[in-house]
């Protein structure tokens, strides 16, 4: 089973508040966990990522969280800002292809 | 100048047309990628292709075909367009030698339009 759930699939956070967005995968050949941050009319790019064996990630205002035995993981964005407003996608690459299967995104607004 | 660009950017066409989406890219990567973009249903893996002579189905294959040129030139081809084919398309590269970081890089995205 190759499918990433991502949740919630749409989130307004008042500026200055913490936004939360979790996914959740089942195969345990995923090796990589990236995060991808897409403003309108862009192509998504590459915001922070993982790997499994460790627990947390922290880059900024950026943290991944990763819970190996519960297959879930978690961006947490701090301090939200209205630049923050954006669509992201959690992944994870199947490490037997070297291809990565993206959630279904999770639309943030955050209000001035 | 865009490291990985497509083009048209915007496409309107009519059902059963074919048409070609083009995807080249100057980052000197070896894998290319074609994904559509649906509201709600995310990103989806077309075919990816790790060298020209390298080509592989992904999730959502049917009704597409590809074409690697070049190293830098990949190309999604949709023989007979049909309306639930009406989507935004993304073109990716990775460097196969990123340890296995797979980070993909996305060009801006066609939207195609199937009448």
């Known amino acids: 089973q190759q499918q990433v759930k991502q949740s919630p699939q749409s989130l307004i956070v008042q500026k200055g508040g913490i936004s939360i967005i979790n996914c959740a995968y089942e195969n345990t050949a995923f090796d990589y966990f990236p995060w991808y941050q897409q403003f309108p009319g862009k192509g998504p790019a590459l915001l922070i990522a993982?790997?499994?064996?460790?627990s947390e990630k922290k880059e900024g205002r950026f943290t991944i969280s990763f819970n190996k035995s519960a297959k879930q993981f978690s961006l947490h964005i701090m301090d939200s800002q209205p630049g923050d407003s954006a669509t992201y996608f959690c992944?994870?690459?199947?490490?037997?292809?070297?291809?990565?299967?993206f959630g279904k995104g999770t639309m943030l607004l955050v209000s001035p | 100048d865009a490291d990985v660009t497509q083009t048209p950017r915007n496409r309107i066409t009519k059902t059963g047309k074919r048409i070609m989406l083009e995807c080249s890219q100057t980052k000197g990567h070896d894998r290319m990628y074609w994904y559509r973009q649906d509201p709600g249903l995310g990103l989806r893996l077309i075919y990816y292709s790790f060298d020209v002579k390298d080509i592989n189905k992904g999730e959502i294959s049917d009704g597409y075909s590809v074409s690697r040129q070049a190293q830098a030139k990949f190309s999604l081809s949709l023989e007979s367009a049909i309306p639930n084919q009406t989507a935004l398309y993304f073109c990716a590269t990775s460097d196969v030698g990123d340890r296995g970081r797979n980070e993909q890089f996305f060009g801006p995205g066609t939207r195609l339009t199937v009448l």
């Open positions: 993982i790997r499994p064996d460790v």
């Open positions: 992944a994870a690459n199947y490490a037997g292809y070297s291809t990565l299967t």
